[in-house]
């Protein structure tokens, strides 16, 4: 019976693992993902950071934040209206895998985007910039745990009942500016009020900034456990609903 179920657990993940690959192969290069999850949050860095004085280190720890952020919740918001508009959404859930194991290889196509491109950030940061990384490993559990996080924030909005990849982007890319400026981002927390901070809270965005500032600069405001639970928990909250939203796009024909 153990073995059935082993044998099954890693078929799925298979499954998952060949979407993912085949979306990365198809949708990495494409216009709307090079823009809003490649272009946008290197746009956004630069924008609110100039002219200020932030060190090299304090600016490696917000790059990698936003890259996460912006990059992760890109994917699912473009490439499942654009699929199923092409039609190739539907001979994805007619194939023999269930629903959680597509939603999972979808997932992974913005986690995996988003690691790629914090990678890329990070390495301009040690190499161009010379900083040095306080806790390495506290960095590459931050970088991953939140592309997962955000990847499935993005996942939420892919589960709109539409063909049309713009009508997704519109809320997607609102949402994800909300979230930005509420967060401590461009704003420490500790140069917030209280109300501001309590507010800052709700953004999931804001312990995966505290979880950089912890792995790059070795200090932060909140316990970075904590950090990495909410964003362990984010995962949840984001995924479960998604479920529930394909399940509804489907009953309406999408």
Same mark, same amino acid.
């Given at each position: 019976?153990?073995?059935?179920?082993?044998?099954?657990?890693?078929?799925?993940?298979?499954?998952?693992?060949?979407?993912?690959?085949?979306?990365?192969?198809?949708?990495?290069?494409?216009?709307?993902?090079?823009?809003?999850?490649?272009?946008?949050?290197?746009?956004?860095?630069?924008?609110?950071?100039?002219?200020?004085?932030?060190?090299?280190?304090?600016?490696?720890?917000?790059?990698?934040?936003?890259?996460?952020?912006?990059?992760?919740?890109?994917?699912?918001?473009?490439?499942?209206?654009?699929?199923?508009?092409?039609?190739?959404?539907?001979?994805?859930?007619?194939?023999?895998?269930?629903?959680?194991?597509?939603?999972?290889?979808?997932?992974?196509?913005?986690?995996?985007?988003?690691?790629?491109?914090?990678?890329?950030?990070?390495?301009?940061?040690?190499?161009?910039?010379?900083?040095?990384?306080?806790?390495?490993?506290?960095?590459?559990?931050?970088?991953?745990?939140?592309?997962?996080?955000?990847?499935?924030?993005?996942?939420?909005?892919?589960?709109?009942?539409?063909?049309?990849?713009?009508?997704?982007?519109?809320?997607?890319? *609102?949402?994800?500016?909300?979230?930005?400026?509420?967060?401590?981002?461009?704003?420490?927390?500790?140069?917030?009020?209280?109300?501001?901070?309590?507010?800052?809270?709700?953004?999931? *965005?804001?312990?995966?900034?505290?979880?950089?500032?912890?792995?790059?600069?070795?200090?932060?405001?909140?316990?970075?456990?904590?950090?990495?639970?909410?964003?362990?928990?984010?995962?949840?909250?984001?995924?479960?609903?998604?479920?529930?939203?394909?399940?509804?796009?489907?009953?309406?024909?999408?």
């Amino acid at each position: 019976m153990n073995g059935n179920w082993i044998e099954r657990i890693r078929s799925e993940i298979v499954q998952a693992w060949t979407i993912t690959k085949k979306d990365i192969k198809v949708y990495y290069i494409r216009p709307g993902m090079l823009m809003f999850g490649f272009l946008m949050p290197f746009f956004m860095f630069f924008s609110f950071s100039v002219r200020r004085e932030m060190g090299a280190a304090q600016g490696v720890a917000r790059l990698l934040a936003l890259t996460t952020f912006f990059t992760a919740a890109a994917a699912g918001p473009f490439i499942i209206p654009l699929e199923r508009r092409l039609g190739t959404y539907d001979r994805l859930l007619a194939a023999p895998m269930s629903l959680i194991t597509l939603l999972l290889g979808k997932t992974a196509v913005g986690a995996c985007f988003a690691i790629g491109v914090s990678f890329i950030s990070l390495l301009g940061g040690v190499f161009v910039f010379g900083v040095t990384i306080a806790q390495p490993w506290l960095l590459i559990a931050g970088i991953v745990i939140g592309a997962f996080a955000f990847s499935a924030l993005g996942l939420i909005f892919g589960s709109i009942p539409t063909r049309n990849p713009g009508d997704v982007q519109m809320p997607s890319t *609102l949402l994800r500016w909300g979230l930005l400026f509420i967060s401590g981002v461009f704003i420490p927390l500790s140069d917030m009020s209280m109300v501001a901070r309590a507010v800052a809270y709700i953004s999931p *965005l804001t312990y995966a900034q505290d979880l950089m500032n912890f792995a790059v600069l070795g200090n932060g405001m909140l316990n970075p456990w904590l950090d990495v639970g909410i964003l362990l928990i984010s995962i949840v909250v984001f995924f479960v609903p998604s479920i529930s939203m394909h399940k509804r796009s489907r009953r309406l024909g999408y």
